[in-house]
Every structure is written in C-alpha cells, then in structure tokens.
C-alpha cells in the first residue's frame, strides 16, 4: 500500500531564505508526483508536476525533483516571500488513484 | 472556465440526517474524485469514478454513496450522518496529469 510522507510537517524561515521541502513515498511504481498549495479555507491549487520519467520541473522560483528508485521528491523554494507562506502537499499518482501526504505549513516571515 | 465547482459552501447537519454534495466540473475530464481533509491527515480519498458510468472505492467508503450522473457531475451523498463525518470534503477531476480541485465544503454533524 502506497505511503506519502512530508516532512517538516511545519517551517518557519525568514524571508529571502531559500527552501526545501521533502516528500517520500514506499512505492516507486507511480505515473506522476505532483506539488500542490493550500491556502488557508481554500482549496489546493496545483504548482508543479513531474512525470515518472522525469527527474525536475521548474516554474519560476519553484523547483520540483523526482527520484523514482529512492520514493523521494523534493520541492526547492528560492528566495522565499511572504506571499509563499501557505501549507504544501505532494501527491503520487497510481493507475487512477492520487495518494497525498500530511503537507508542510509554510510560514515566511517579513 | 468555471472548472470544479462546488455546493454547497457550508453545510450544518445533525446526526442521523442526510444530504448529498454537489461537484460538477466543465473541463471535460474522465476522472473525478471525492476527498475529505481533517487535520494532520492529509486528503483521504473517499470514492472516486474513473469514466462516466463507473465508480470505485477509495480509503474511506465507509459512510458514504457517489453517483457519477454524467461526465460532469460527481455527487457525493451521506444516508445518515455521523459526528465522525465532520470535515471539509473536496471534490476534484483530473486529465491523464494534472488534477483540478473545487473549493471545497465544509460539513459539521452535531
């Protein structure tokens, strides 16, 4: 059975800082993984997806890497702003099925 | 473009009542998906239809019936309502990548 795992469950960081935030996962047969922003009261909007047989996407400040043989992404923040404080989760999909983890809170402080 | 909407926003039940949530989607995709979010637990998916005319069991059934009226409409409906059935329900769609999140709403069951 397919396990997402996020860690930090939550970081605070200054603003400007660069970031890193983690996801894992126990099984390495996935289709994609996918980066996801909640907002508080809101629903998930959808940042970054990388297909199983890619190693990185990047959006602008954002960068999402896949390492399939290890079950590990990681999504990399650069120069983080205020506006970035939000909760993040990452996905892996199977045939139909997307499995989420707990998600990071994000806090960038001014 | 609405993409994934939703009804209602808020709803207050007391146990044992029923209702059923609405989720329709404008983007002409095959799959859709009905999630709950309860702290510290991520999105569990509850049911999900890979076509039209077809419906699968996610995590967390139990509790719970769908209805995949028509390609556009994916409903979601409580028989009798449990306390334990509190929670922000979110309904998404996806093509074969990206998934589509509606705004989401947020039951309580006194």
């Known amino acids: 059975k397919q396990e997402v795992t996020q860690i930090p469950a939550a970081l605070s960081v200054p603003e400007g800082e660069n970031l890193v935030l983690n996801c894992s996962f126990t099984?390495?047969?996935?289709?994609?993984l996918q980066w996801f922003r909640q907002d508080p009261g809101k629903g998930l909007t959808s940042l970054l997806l990388i297909q199983s047989s890619q190693r990185e996407q990047t959006s602008g400040r954002l960068n999402a890497s896949l390492d399939k043989s290890s079950g590990r992404s990681t999504l990399y923040i650069a120069a983080s702003q205020p506006g970035d404080s939000a909760t993040y989760l990452c996905a892996v999909r199977g045939t139909y099925k997307y499995i989420f983890g707990t998600g990071t809170r994000l806090k960038v402080l001014a | 473009n609405a993409g994934v909407t939703q009804t209602p926003k808020f709803q207050v039940l007391k146990t044992g009542q029923s209702m059923t949530l609405q989720c329709a989607q404008d983007?002409?995709?095959?799959?859709m998906y009905w999630y709950r979010q309860d702290p510290g637990m991520g999105l569990r998916l509850i049911y999900y239809s890979a076509s039209e005319g077809t419906t699968d069991k996610g995590e967390v059934p139990n509790g719970y019936n769908v209805s995949r009226l028509n390609k556009r409409e994916f409903s979601l409906r409580l028989e009798s309502a449990a306390p334990s059935q509190t929670s922000v329900y979110f309904c998404?769609?996806?093509?074969?990548?990206?998934?589509?999140f509606g705004p989401g709403t947020r039951l309580t069951v006194l």
């Open positions: 998404a769609s996806s093509e074969p990548t990206t998934q589509y």
């Open positions: 983007m002409n995709h095959n799959s």
């Open positions: 099984d390495s047969a996935i289709y994609n």
